[in-house]
């Protein structure tokens, strides 16, 4: 009789031990079947500065245009793929008009290709993209830091200086849906990135010192071959 119902007893324990990992492996192909896509699009404010009297070329290389953040589901999130390459082609466009008497696009850092000639070529990239989620800081805001590069190169594609800078920005996300808060959060770091970055571009002196002597430079070899 105790024999019996010891083994009564395992095979409960093993049915309930199958259930469970049924049940958990049911919950883990739900977690990894959820994933949120956010493609991000925005316009950004026209930056109020004085142009400055530079003809400058932009490269953006596919990295910049397919670029897009993924990140697998974890017990503190769902999985995430952000879609942000396009949106900062639309980005540094409207950053770089206002700032440049002339921005044209080339599609190589040699900008021989481009209709007019330009003093020099600016390649922006995005270094990293982190989130975090309220589960991740405990708090209830979606966080978005993105951490750029902006190399500057001559016409013929010699590198001059490169530059690093960061935004950061976040959303609360009981105002917001999920996918709402991250792209929220994605656009208000891109516009605090901005502002360091039009700042820059327009006061630092070493900056214009080197861009205005390579200026120079092309006009005196422009005048030297017409002769």
Avoid at 19 to 25: A, E, F, M, P, S
Avoid at 205 to 214: E, G, L, R, S
């Amino acid at each position: 009789m105790i024999t019996m119902q010891t083994a009564r007893l395992e095979t409960a324990s093993v049915r309930a031990s199958g259930l469970g990992v049924i049940t958990l492996c049911a919950l883990t192909l739900a977690v990894c079947a959820c994933s949120t896509a956010v493609h991000v699009d925005s316009t950004f404010p026209r930056p109020v500065v004085a142009s400055l009297p530079i003809d400058v070329g932009v490269y953006y290389d596919e990295s910049l245009r397919q670029y897009a953040f993924a990140k697998a589901a974890d017990a503190n999130s769902v999985a995430w793929n952000i879609e942000i390459g396009p949106a900062h082609v639309r980005f540094f466009d409207q950053l770089f008009r206002p700032v440049f008497d002339n921005l044209v696009h080339v599609d190589s850092l040699q900008s021989g290709s481009s209709v007019r000639p330009v003093s020099v070529v600016m390649k922006p990239s995005i270094d990293e993209y982190t989130l975090q989620t309220p589960g991740d800081t405990t708090t209830e805001f979606y966080v978005v830091e993105i951490r750029y590069k902006l190399a500057f190169y001559t016409p013929s594609g010699d590198f001059i200086q490169g530059w690093s800078f960061s935004g950061q920005g976040r959303s609360r996300s009981e105002l917001f849906n999920t996918d709402e808060s991250v792209h929220k959060a994605t656009v208000a770091a891109m516009r605090d990135a901005a502002a360091w970055l039009v700042i820059e571009l327009t006061k630092h002196p070493d900056f214009h010192t080197q861009i205005q002597a390579q200026q120079s430079d092309d006009g005196n070899s422009l005048e030297d071959h017409e002769s």
